[in-house]
């Protein structure tokens, strides 16, 4: 039988109910036709389009990142990178440079910003940043999405309602540039709206390379809603099959008449809840611990979710929201069990992004509804451990209850993993890194375990487990190359690369 691609001569983790192991595969028409061990791949090396021989190196399924702000890592990559910044005046001199360049009028947008990573450990105001670019709008993002820094051109040309939520004022109860919660929101909304058509393009065709280069071939993309733009989810759906890997549409409203309109599946992604723990707005059971008059925020109230998520529910929808504080989690929970117990429904899969500190109960609670959490193990590796923003936020004793990664895979829950990039980056290497050495070592899992958050458990989130997540007969032939072994690398997992990134059969990079 002539087959279009055989690889041979390898280490191909199957990720089966088995873990079972090969050292050959062969594809036909974009889906695994045949693997084993030995010598059978030579029964179509003669006939073969591609033949590969991997010389000893790993194969697995190809990677899922469960949560990706698609648009928006496009559109930061062709913006200003803040994120190596050391101190205000470096700040203030990237920006003067770049007005330098830029004609008047014309938007400087900055992002990746973390004001934690600075000497002076504090954010800009709007005069400052008026004195680096007196003719042109400034925005920048914090890391985290939930705070924005605008000038004194920016905010005139927001219009913003002076008793908005989330406008930080100065002495004199003036608006001081700083933007979290519904105001960052909005702004972002505004500015984001302003970007064209033909620059989110050129933006995703980057992104997309860039998942392709670290072994990606299926994304859950969350675009629309509050805090990013409602053009980005059409832009998403407009072009769904130009794409070279698989898109997964989680467009972010509460607006199920519209998603049904458009005959989608699913509703949510970053249906926030609340916050973040970097600007503070996470919703705690206790107050933050560099700032005692603060627990967090609630957007929803309860009947607001609950009334959302039953109609959602009832619609047949899969739902997922945004929610790391525990009272979040609650919330989200108790509109889950809501929406069940009036109308119960076999198997929803709705799910938590991000889930960061749940209670025990909590966690027995999701698995008793069958949720689907997904999660970030990269946070941990970039925040997580002592004297990291974590600790700075919650405290030594809450930063060791953040993401509890083992209890959840001890409980049964599906644990998804993906990277919310570009808050952090679209590398799910390094997200199983991150989940094996987490600095909570009990919340460590095993590499097989980590493996999966990125393969079969996260094709099980979108219910795709049939086509998708481990390599079996019949199944796509999405694979990835690595150049070394994984589950024989567990001190050196951070040095392990992508060789290869294969998506139905056909190669879309080497390295």
């Not at 028409?29 to 790993?58: F, H, N, P």
């Not at 889930?355 to 590796?381: C, N, W």
């Not at 405290?395 to 953040?402: D, L, P």
């Amino acid at each position: 039988m002539k087959v279009d691609l055989l690889l041979y001569n390898g280490t191909i983790l199957t990720i089966d109910g088995n873990n079972t192991v090969v050292n050959w595969l062969a594809a036909k028409d974009g889906r695994i036709i045949d693997l084993g061990c030995g010598s059978g791949y030579e029964q179509y090396l003669r006939t073969t389009g591609e033949a590969v021989d991997l010389i000893g190196k790993t194969v697995l399924p190809g990677f899922y990142d469960s949560h990706v702000n698609l648009v928006q890592t496009g559109l930061n990559i062709l913006s200003l990178n803040l994120s190596e910044i050391r101190c205000m005046d470096e700040l203030f001199s990237i920006i003067r440079h770049k007005a330098s360049q830029l004609p008047e009028g014309e938007m400087i947008r900055g992002i990746g910003f973390d004001e934690l990573k600075l000497i002076e450990k504090r954010l800009p105001n709007r005069y400052e940043l008026d004195r680096c670019a007196p003719n042109n709008p400034v925005w920048i993002s914090r890391v985290d999405y939930h705070t924005s820094i605008v000038n004194s051109l920016a905010l005139h040309m927001l219009n913003l309602p002076f008793n908005l939520d989330g406008i930080v004022r100065d002495g004199r109860s003036l608006p001081n540039g700083q933007l979290t919660g519904r105001a960052s929101a909005l702004v972002r909304s505004h500015m984001l709206g302003r970007i064209s058509e033909a620059e989110i393009a050129r933006g995703v065709h980057k992104a997309l390379n860039i998942a392709i280069e670290n072994g990606i071939t299926s994304i859950n993309a969350v675009e629309g809603g509050f805090t990013f733009h409602d053009k980005h989810a059409e832009f998403m759906l407009e072009n769904k099959n130009s794409f070279p890997i698989d898109i997964t549409l989680f467009y972010q409203t509460v607006n199920v008449e519209k998603i049904l309109e458009k005959g989608l599946k699913r509703i949510g992604g970053t249906i926030f809840l609340d916050g973040s723990f970097g600007s503070r707005t996470a919703a705690l059971a206790e107050p933050y611990s560099d700032d005692s008059s603060n627990s967090g925020t609630l957007y929803f109230s309860q009947e607001e979710l609950n009334s959302f998520v039953l109609e959602a529910h009832r619609s047949g929808l899969q739902i997922a929201v945004h929610a790391i504080g525990s009272r979040a989690i609650e919330q989200a929970l108790t509109a889950y069990e809501h929406a069940q117990a009036i109308y119960p429904r076999k198997d929803p899969r709705h799910r938590i992004e991000h889930f960061e500190m749940p209670a025990d109960e909590h966690i027995q609670r999701a698995k008793a509804l069958g949720l689907v959490a997904s999660v970030q193990p990269t946070y941990e590796y970039l925040w997580g451990g002592a004297r990291k923003m974590y600790e700075t936020r919650l405290g030594e004793a809450r930063r060791k209850r953040t993401n509890p990664f083992s209890k959840y895979i001890k409980a049964g829950l599906i644990v998804a993993g993906g990277s919310d990039s570009d808050l952090t980056p679209m590398n799910p290497l390094l997200g199983i890194y991150s989940a094996v050495n987490h600095p909570t070592v009990e919340y460590a899992i095993s590499i097989e375990d980590a493996i999966k958050l990125f393969t079969i458990n996260s094709a099980k989130a979108v219910f795709e487990e049939e086509s998708k997540g481990s390599i079996e007969r019949g199944k796509l032939a999405d694979l990835v190359i690595l150049d070394a072994n994984p589950l024989e690398a567990s001190s050196s997992l951070n040095e392990i690369s992508v060789v290869a990134t294969i998506k139905e059969g056909n190669i879309l990079y080497v390295k």
